[in-house]
């Protein structure tokens, strides 16, 4: 089974709708991220977690919220979609590990907002 | 502010072929280095990092050294398969910072057999 999962994998909705985007893991790990790739652009950061009462904004945060529900989930929710948000999401864990930590990925979740 | 870019892609080699990859870096201190693939379909994972000046990371034939006097972290491989088609990000991290990354814009590699 799969460390760092998340669902759905691909989701198309409508201008307005609200969305969320669940991700859970089994690696016991107390960081979570949320990143959205863009074509040409990376990925870029929009929120992170060092554990479950600590959220933090990322360079991107406008337009999304987050919930930390437990160590092992992280949900990311677009109150009121737009289509510039059509995007390819990542949630990813970390834990410390001497001078730097090594993120792992989920397998992302493919949004597109009509 | 801090940010990482990279040689614009598509890169399309033969198989058995050298590879580099560009990247340089610019960012105030001295951040951790890594180079993460993204295989067709799935999430990114770490190939190699290097956390200090002239280390050297390496992994799966992959090699990369951290230059301090060029902010560069190229990535290089002797000899590519076609297995190695994937996307390439560089990025970079500080260690006070919670270990937020800052991708490149990532470099497509197709290797033809």
């Known amino acids: 089974d799969a460390d760092v999962t998340q669902t759905p994998r691909n989701r198309i909705t409508k201008t307005g709708k609200r969305i969320m985007l669940e991700c859970s893991q089994t690696?016991?790990?107390?960081?979570m991220y949320w990143y959205r790739q863009d074509p040409g652009l990376g990925l870029r950061l929009i929120y992170y977690?060092?554990?479950?009462?600590?959220?933090n904004k990322g360079e991107i945060s406008d337009g999304y919220s987050v919930s930390r529900q437990a160590q092992a989930k992280f949900s990311l929710s677009l109150e009121s979609a737009i289509p510039n948000q059509t995007a390819l999401y990542f949630c990813?864990?970390?834990?410390?590990?001497?001078?730097?930590?090594?993120?792992?990925f989920g397998p992302g979740t493919r949004l597109t907002v009509l | 502010g801090d940010s990482v870019t990279q040689m614009e892609g598509p890169v399309t080699l033969s198989e058995e072929a050298f590879l580099t990859i560009n990247c340089t870096y610019t960012?105030?201190?001295?951040?951790?280095l890594f180079w993460y693939v993204q295989y067709p379909g799935e999430g990114l994972q770490l190939l190699l990092k290097?956390?200090?000046?002239?280390d050297k990371g390496s992994n799966k034939g992959f090699e990369a050294t951290y230059r301090k006097e060029t902010t560069s972290f190229h990535l290089e491989k002797g000899s590519v398969q076609v297995s190695d088609s994937a996307v390439y990000f560089c990025?970079?991290?500080?260690?006070?910072?919670?270990?937020?990354?800052?991708f490149g814009q990532g470099t497509e590699l197709s290797v033809k057999p």
């Open positions: 990813a864990t970390s834990e410390r590990q001497g001078p730097t930590d090594t993120q792992y």
């Open positions: 690696k016991g790990h107390d960081r």
């Open positions: 977690s060092f554990d479950v009462k600590d959220i």
């Open positions: 960012a105030t201190g001295y951040p951790s």
């Open positions: 290097a956390t200090k000046a002239d």
């Open positions: 990025a970079l991290s500080f260690y006070n910072q919670g270990g937020k990354l800052i």
